[in-house]
């Protein structure tokens, strides 16, 4: 008879742990990954219904940074600021390589607003250099890889409200800004003529259109331009984004700002193509979203929904114009991406519903800020141009800034749309030196 005794049973709760660690254990294979990324992004819809999903990721090698070379005369206290990628719910930025020359004495990334309370809405990479002698270059360039996210419609936005107490950070969201004219009267006019429009979803009436009228006791509010801050001396000139004296290359690999500050931000190009990424699966981006939402919209969303389309159909996009302020693009009714994003943000800040600039590389768009039952906030994002989408954005481009109403350390008496370029420097002016803002993909 054999010696060997019989184990005991093992109890069931230990088979299945056992069961549930070799699941962990075992490495995922190349086909396995993305349905771990849909059953993540299920998961978070089913936890909150009326978060922003996210779906396809597009990652982009991007190269930022700055070139100063001087000419004849030595070039002094140099302090140059560059905007560089955002990190947002729908980027991640990673840095892959730095390249500093020699005479770069600090390279630093800071966040603005400067507040620790307040989110990020841009991010600039701070140069200093103390001496650059005369034909001398200094350069700092970082190479980011940049994983955008495209943004799907909620799963439900039924329960989705204007906030009735927002706090001290979605306040600025409220009021004006440079090219933001918000509770102007004719701005107020076209809010009330959105809101009346009939709505399309059966049952729902003009409910949205109830106090509308409350903005007409609201005071007339005209938001200022960016305001210029001139401190230069004798010894001594700025370059504001990019002085008109400095020698600028025009292809992508190196582009300058104009010398006002009405120009765009670097990357920012009125012309830029709008078509969806050629890398994009069409089918998956229509399933996506046809799926996103079962029922029509009703409520707030549908309210900031006619503020959308009362825009959309009012002004005539426009290749290459000017940036233009809100109330401009509304008299013209025309306007590149800017104006039709500015016109969409001052309109929603009319109605009490939060907004924002958006600026990415090529474009601009804006957001929009709802409240779900519990009081957890979303920010949501519309398209100003190309192929209609609200609520959602299937073309991601990699994103610069959130905001349109900055202040830098550096130019405290200016109110900045945008967190642009710029240079600080010390240098006699018959030897202004060159400098070149580099914004490129790889």
């Given at each position: 008879?054999?010696?060997?005794?019989?184990?005991?049973?093992?109890?069931?709760?230990?088979?299945?742990?056992?069961?549930?660690?070799?699941?962990?254990?075992?490495?995922?294979?190349?086909?396995?990954?993305?349905a771990?990324?849909?059953?993540?992004?299920?998961?978070?819809?089913?936890?909150?219904?009326?978060?922003?999903?996210?779906?396809?990721?597009?990652?982009?090698?991007?190269?930022?940074?700055?070139?100063?070379?001087?000419?004849?005369?030595?070039?002094?206290?140099?302090?140059?600021?560059?905007?560089?990628?955002?990190?947002?719910?729908?980027?991640?930025?990673?840095?892959?390589?730095?390249?500093?020359?020699?005479?770069i004495?600090?390279?630093?990334?800071?966040?603005?607003?400067?507040d620790?309370?307040?989110?990020?809405?841009?991010?600039?990479?701070?140069?200093?250099?103390?001496?650059?002698?005369?034909?001398?270059?200094?350069?700092?360039?970082?190479?980011?890889?940049?994983?955008?996210?495209?943004?799907?419609?909620?799963a439900?936005?039924?329960?989705?409200?204007?906030?009735?107490?927002?706090?001290?950070?979605?306040?600025?969201?409220?009021?004006?800004?440079?090219?933001?004219?918000?509770?102007?009267?004719?701005?107020?006019?076209?809010?009330?003529?959105?809101?009346?429009?009939?709505?399309?979803?059966?049952?729902?009436?003009?409910?949205?259109?109830?106090?509308?009228?409350?903005?007409?006791?609201?005071?007339?509010?005209?938001?200022?331009?960016?305001?210029?801050?001139?401190?230069?001396?004798?010894?001594?000139?700025?370059?504001?984004?990019?002085?008109?004296?400095?020698?600028?290359?025009?292809?992508?690999?190196?582009?300058?700002?104009?010398?006002?500050?009405?120009?765009?931000?670097?990357?920012?190009?009125?012309?830029?193509?709008?078509?969806?990424?050629?890398?994009?699966?069409?089918?998956?981006?229509?399933?996506?979203?046809?799926?996103?939402?079962?029922?029509p919209?009703?409520?707030?969303?549908?309210?900031?929904?006619?503020?959308?389309?009362?825009?959309?159909?009012?002004v005539?996009?426009?290749?290459?114009?000017?940036?233009?302020?809100?109330?401009?693009?509304?008299?013209?009714?025309?306007?590149?991406?800017?104006?039709?994003?500015?016109l969409?943000?001052?309109?929603?800040?009319?109605?009490?519903?939060?907004?924002?600039?958006?600026?990415?590389?090529?474009?601009?768009?804006?957001?929009?800020?709802l409240?779900?039952?519990?009081?957890?906030?979303?920010?949501?994002?519309?398209?100003?141009?190309?192929?209609?989408?609200?609520?959602?954005m299937?073309?991601?481009?990699?994103?610069?800034?959130?905001?349109?109403?900055?202040?830098?350390?550096?130019?405290r008496?200016?109110?900045?749309r945008?967190?642009?370029?710029y240079?600080?420097?010390?240098?006699?002016?018959?030897?202004?030196?060159?400098?070149?803002?580099?914004?490129?993909?790889?």
């Amino acid at each position: 008879m054999s010696d060997i005794r019989s184990a005991p049973a093992l109890p069931l709760r230990f088979i299945f742990a056992a069961a549930l660690l070799a699941l962990v254990a075992a490495p995922l294979s190349a086909e396995e990954e993305p349905a771990v990324e849909t059953q993540i992004i299920q998961q978070t819809a089913e936890s909150d219904p009326a978060a922003p999903r996210y779906g396809q990721s597009i990652a982009t090698r991007y190269r930022v940074g700055a070139k100063i070379t001087a000419k004849g005369g030595t070039v002094r206290n140099i302090r140059i600021m560059v905007a560089v990628p955002l990190e947002c719910p729908e980027q991640e930025v990673h840095v892959l390589e730095e390249d500093f020359s020699p005479h770069i004495d600090s390279v630093q990334i800071r966040t603005l607003p400067d507040d620790k309370r307040a989110e990020p809405g841009a991010r600039q990479m701070l140069i200093t250099v103390s001496e650059l002698p005369p034909r001398q270059e200094a350069h700092a360039l970082i190479t980011y890889e940049v994983v955008t996210k495209t943004v799907l419609e909620p799963a439900d936005v039924s329960q989705l409200k204007i906030p009735e107490r927002p706090d001290r950070q979605l306040k600025q969201y409220l009021s004006g800004s440079p090219y933001i004219n918000v509770n102007h009267r004719k701005i107020r006019e076209a809010v009330k003529d959105a809101l009346a429009a009939p709505d399309e979803v059966e049952g729902e009436g003009n409910a949205a259109v109830d106090g509308a009228d409350a903005s007409d006791s609201k005071k007339e509010i005209e938001s200022p331009g960016d305001e210029m801050d001139d401190t230069g001396g004798d010894d001594a000139y700025e370059l504001v984004g990019a002085d008109t004296t400095a020698d600028a290359e025009t292809s992508t690999a190196a582009k300058e700002e104009s010398a006002s500050d009405q120009g765009g931000l670097v990357g920012v190009d009125a012309s830029a193509s709008f078509e969806a990424d050629a890398t994009a699966d069409p089918a998956q981006a229509n399933a996506d979203s046809t799926a996103a939402i079962a029922a029509p919209a009703t409520g707030d969303w549908r309210k900031v929904e006619k503020i959308y389309d009362y825009v959309q159909e009012h002004v005539e996009y426009e290749e290459g114009a000017q940036d233009k302020p809100a109330l401009d693009a509304l008299q013209d009714g025309k306007g590149d991406c800017h104006g039709i994003s500015a016109l969409f943000v001052a309109m929603c800040r009319t109605a009490d519903v939060p907004a924002r600039m958006v600026w990415v590389d090529g474009h601009q768009y804006a957001e929009f800020y709802l409240e779900g039952a519990e009081g957890q906030g979303h920010w949501y994002p519309v398209q100003s141009a190309g192929t209609r989408a609200f609520g959602e954005m299937p073309t991601p481009k990699v994103i610069l800034q959130k905001g349109d109403d900055f202040r830098v350390p550096e130019r405290r008496r200016e109110r900045l749309r945008y967190a642009s370029d710029y240079t600080l420097l010390l240098a006699e002016p018959r030897f202004k030196p060159k400098v070149q803002y580099i914004r490129e993909q790889l």
